[in-house]
């Protein structure tokens, strides 16, 4: 996965454990995990050591440690009690899925361990191991609530405890991207764009509509969806609405005139003279050849 934009991505989070932790004198062995993992320090405190560097955290903070860091945990307290989240913030297959934690031993190779991606391969975020966060409180509350919802092993919790992480996943990036809040809620990704005008094929369509519904200036809305499909949105939309009548040509026997309505050409003349200028004939020539 190459360096880009965290917001460019297929985000799709997904809990694989949660749950209320105590431990006595307690030690991982150096290790790495496959996933991410958030974790509350609700009584005692541990030592967090990672990339060369050693944190303590105490009650009422939080780390997160990301796919494919050699770490190690050492309790400093005499026991110690946390809440602990793994997950999953992009799609995988079951299939490949490997446990979560993998002891770092003589035969480790990193290469051949599939981990979700590390978020320091994309350029606008960056979230470190101790987390200082905005709402705090917000964050326990919500991973609580996963917890508690996931442990009830049944399908409606287990859906409303993906609710409640992806909505911990939406608070992280918010908080630790590195792009302004104005830039956040303008994404240039315009994946959604070609859905929404196949649902309004047969209604008034403007640039400047799709521009406005994407929190962008026509102009640079143009721009980038140029970008992603090759076409202009204009012409991409004739485009969906020639095709969608050629189907509806060879498919039934609607009249022209019904066609050029539900396919949102403003009379029957301009669908005729759209379809002859993309295809070279007539759109009664598909209708004699049917």
């Given at each position: 996965m190459s360096a880009e934009s965290i917001l460019t991505q297929e985000l799709q989070p997904?809990?694989?454990?949660?749950?209320?932790?105590?431990?006595h004198p307690w030690k991982t062995p150096p290790r790495i995990i496959t996933d991410y993992m958030l974790l509350y320090v609700q009584e005692g405190?541990?030592?967090?050591?990672?990339?060369?560097?050693?944190?303590?955290?105490?009650?009422?903070?939080f780390c997160f440690v990301q796919p494919g860091i050699v770490h190690q945990m050492e309790s400093i307290s005499s026991s110690i009690t946390f809440m602990a989240l793994h997950m999953e913030l992009f799609p995988s297959s079951v299939e490949n899925r490997l446990e979560m934690i993998v002891p770092v031993d003589h035969g480790y190779n990193p290469d051949l361990i599939t981990v979700q991606p590390n978020l320091r391969v994309f350029t606008d975020i960056d979230i470190p191991f101790v987390l200082k966060l905005s709402r705090p409180d917000w964050m326990l509350d919500a991973m609580q609530q996963a917890i508690t919802?996931?442990?009830?092993?049944?399908?409606?919790?287990?859906?409303?405890?993906?609710?409640?992480?992806?909505?911990?996943?939406?608070?992280?990036?918010?908080?630790?991207?590195?792009?302004?809040?104005?830039?956040?809620?303008?994404?240039?990704?315009?994946?959604?764009?070609?859905?929404?005008?196949?649902?309004?094929?047969?209604?008034?369509?403007?640039?400047?509509?799709?521009?406005?519904?994407?929190?962008?200036?026509?102009?640079?809305?143009?721009?980038?969806?140029?970008?992603?499909?090759?076409?202009?949105?204009?012409?991409?939309?004739l485009k969906l609405r020639l095709d969608n009548a050629t189907d509806l040509l060879r498919s039934?026997?609607?009249?022209?005139?019904?066609?050029?309505?539900?396919?949102g050409f403003s009379s029957v003349h301009h669908f005729s003279k759209m379809y002859k200028l993309r295809f070279g004939y007539p759109p009664s020539q598909i209708r004699r050849q049917s």
């Open positions: 997904h809990i694989r454990y949660a749950d209320f932790l105590h431990y405190s541990f030592r967090l050591s990672i990339e060369g560097e050693t944190y303590q955290l105490m009650a009422g903070q919802h996931w442990n009830r092993k049944n399908a409606l919790d287990h859906l409303q405890a993906q609710v409640y992480v992806t909505e911990i996943v939406l608070e992280l990036i918010k908080e630790y991207t590195t792009r302004p809040m104005s830039e956040l809620n303008r994404s240039t990704a315009l994946h959604w764009v070609p859905a929404y005008m196949q649902y309004r094929l047969s209604e008034t369509l403007s640039v400047e509509e799709m521009a406005q519904k994407a929190l962008m200036s026509r102009s640079y809305f143009s721009m980038h969806f140029r970008k992603q499909f090759g076409l202009g949105p204009h012409q991409f939309l039934t026997v609607l009249s022209l005139q019904d066609i050029a309505d539900s396919c």
